[in-house]
């Protein structure tokens, strides 16, 4: 168990574990796996407020697994992760969460996505006018406002 | 205690309906004071200004007060309610942190009773609003397309927000089933408006516009009531309201941004809480006269809470969608807003469109779904889904129920001692029934757009926006807890301007309602003041 401020070495080789399970990396897609080192400090880093609920969903974790994840094969590492889902709660769905909004920032990511490498502010987006003769049909329809006594 | 000098009248909160009753009744030139729990906003810290912007919808932007736990919030115990509060606390309210979605009530919603035979009838109709409704679209900037031939004539001073990508797949859908839909009124400006300038689609609109796009009465109202002499104190929260011997409000008790206790007299005391903020309030102020809260002989302050239950229903299609690069709302329908009880139940729902979402949000949601695979897999499958998402929500008329409540927290109390609310609800089974009408028209809609992998969200967990009916409007006492002019039945001299006093919930978003109806509340005491307390 551990101070619920904190991460223990532990926890943190099982979250490289289990984040690269959730996102490894790929080829196919030239983008890291979520355990990519750079990914792993933005967590670390912007952990707060969630540094408890995730140290509780990797204390689960290691209950589950009975040793470091990293040193499980690959079917039994499925299988912990599976009942990790089914099991981990609010805490397992943090830690699965912080994975991901860290890993959905990461620039070779985003860049993979096609998306922009900025903040939406202050240049925004351009939004296509549409087509509004797609309204006629509605606008040929006669009013039907329910009449109020 | 420091006790201050006596105001004219006392402004509780500077929301939505604050605001406006507080813009309203600066004309009068009395001394008008209001206080707030929050503080000035500073847009240069909304979460659309950092890379980091979706993140902090889950951390300090979260729409959940419990979540968010920011010094101006106070918690809420929310756990015996499948639906949880969400709200903002700060100058501005909760217009700081809404979609801006801008439907009307519909004229026959003050008159259910009558139509359909449930809950009651408001004492006021839609004709005595319109006038407030108009003024309250000018000056919050309203955009739409004036002319839905299934919704109130409104008259938007801005053209309807561009259809962009989701639209026309939304349009289409709805046109091949022969079902109404119409571009939403939003409070997003869509041309330079009253010294806002114009949207510039930053996606999502809700946790606020850095912009300055999107109406919140930090800066609609409140720099006209400001420079109208009304003042404003921040972080001063109220505590409870005395009264005197002769069963007058006699001014509120509140701490002042440092934690100190100051008490201050007011001729007239504004409650403008919210529907859970409000009832807490009232329920507190207990006194030998009151004892069971102010303004409560009734005994229905806090009861008939009514959320709206949302039943929400999305999917992917092939074709790019809008995603996080608009306002997340931008077209509504009213096809099923009216009661058909061939449907199985009484009433019935808008329906409002939700363009797309940002790529963290779609991986953490997807994930949770289950769509969203762990593995090898995941890359292929969350390029399929992202970008790729129309989402359709029924929000669903919630009628009153007196078992539906809030009461103070034994135990809970916010960082001044002050006993938080306790929410209890159920969502009943009209309701219910209702919820899954709209999943299976939502299904329809998304599958005449083509979408697959189709999700649900029955209600929306965290989807208690719309906080109303815990202090009602009515004429007779015994069953209403404000008159028709919302003047506390009790204490000649409290009124309440928030969505308390909504006595059915429509099934629209309120807020354009709420503020018209304290513009329409600000008018009557203004035609009334001869004698006010009579």
């Known amino acids: 168990m551990s101070a619920a401020n904190e991460l223990t070495s532990a926890h943190r080789d099982d979250l490289r574990s289990v984040a690269a399970m959730i996102v490894p990396a790929s080829e196919e897609y030239k983008v890291p796996g979520a355990d990519d080192p750079a990914i792993q400090a933005d967590m670390l880093a912007t952990l707060g407020r969630d540094t408890a609920l995730v140290a509780q969903a990797l204390d689960h974790l290691a209950r589950l697994a009975g040793q470091p994840l990293a040193e499980l094969d690959t079917a039994k590492r499925e299988v912990i992760a599976n009942e990790f889902r089914a099991t981990g709660g609010a805490a397992a769905a943090t830690l699965v969460r912080v994975v991901l909004q860290c890993y959905y920032r990461d620039e070779r990511v985003l860049r993979s996505l096609g998306l922009e490498l900025r903040a939406p502010f202050p240049k925004g987006y351009t939004l296509n006018e549409g087509d509004w003769a797609l309204l006629d049909p509605v606008r040929a329809r006669p009013a039907q406002l329910r009449r109020a006594p | ?534």
């Open chain 2, 1 to 534: 205690m420091n006790k201050h000098d006596p105001v004219d009248v006392l402004i509780i909160g500077a929301g939505a309906s604050g605001a406006a009753v507080a813009w309203s009744l600066a004309e009068t030139k009395m001394h008008i004071l209001c206080l707030d729990q929050g503080g000035w906003m500073n847009p240069s810290d909304y979460p659309s200004t950092g890379r980091d912007w979706e993140a902090k919808f889950y951390g300090d932007w979260s729409t959940s007060p419990n979540i968010r736990g920011r010094p101006e919030d106070y918690p809420i115990n929310d756990d015996n309610s499948p639906i949880k509060v969400v709200n903002f606390n700060g100058v501005g309210g909760s217009t700081v942190m809404y979609t801006a979605h801008w439907p009307r009530l519909h004229p026959s919603d003050f008159k259910v009773k009558t139509l359909d035979g449930v809950a009651d009838d408001w004492p006021i109709d839609y004709d005595a609003l319109t006038p407030f409704f108009e003024e309250n679209d000018r000056i919050m900037g309203v955009s739409g397309l004036s002319g839905d031939p299934m919704s109130p004539l409104t008259h938007p001073p801005m053209p309807p927000q561009p259809l962009g990508l989701s639209g026309p797949l939304i349009g289409k859908a709805m046109n091949k089933l022969g079902w109404h839909w119409w571009p939403s009124d939003t409070t997003v400006a869509t041309m330079d408006y009253e010294g806002r300038a114009r949207c510039i689609n930053l996606g999502h609109c809700t946790p606020a516009c850095a912009q300055g796009a999107k109406a919140s009465t930090d800066i609609t109202y409140w720099p006209h009531a400001l420079r109208a002499g009304v003042e404003l104190k921040t972080h001063c929260r109220v505590r409870e309201i005395l009264t005197n011997e002769d069963g007058m409000a006699s001014g509120v008790v509140y701490y002042d941004k440092d934690g100190v206790e100051q008490f201050q007299p007011a001729e007239v005391v504004i409650i403008a809480c919210n529907g859970v903020g409000t009832p807490r309030l009232l329920l507190n102020s207990v006194s030998g006269r009151f004892p069971n809260g102010l303004a409560n002989s009734s005994g229905l302050v806090g009861k008939n809470l009514m959320f709206h239950p949302y039943a929400q229903i999305y999917g992917f299609v092939q074709e790019p969608t809008d995603s996080n690069r608009a306002p997340p709302t931008c077209l509504w329908s009213k096809e099923f807003y009216d009661t058909d009880l061939s449907r199985g139940f009484v009433r019935g729902y808008g329906i409002q469109f939700v363009r797309g979402a940002g790529p963290v949000f779609e991986a953490v949601a997807s994930e949770q779904k289950g769509i969203l695979p762990w593995g090898a897999e995941h890359h292929r499958v969350f390029r399929k889904l992202n970008g790729h998402r129309l989402g359709v929500s029924a929000i669903c008329e919630d009628l009153p129920e007196e078992h539906n409540r809030v009461t103070l927290d034994p135990v809970l109390k916010d960082s001044h001692g002050i006993p938080a609310p306790r929410i209890d609800y159920t969502i009943s089974e009209n309701s219910r029934k209702m919820m899954e009408h709209g999943l299976a028209r939502g299904r329809e809609i998304l599958e005449a757009a083509g979408a697959t992998d189709i999700c649900t969200n029955s209600p929306i967990p965290w989807g208690g926006w719309h906080l109303l009916g815990t202090a009602r409007m009515g004429t007779d006492p015994s069953r209403s807890v404000v008159n028709e002019w919302g003047r506390s039945h009790d204490v000649k001299n409290l009124f309440i301007v928030d969505g308390s006093v909504f006595v059915t919930s429509g099934g629209v978003n309120p807020t354009s309602t709420i503020q018209a109806i304290a513009l329409y509340v600000a008018d009557q005491m203004k035609q009334r003041l001869a004698n006010l307390f009579d």
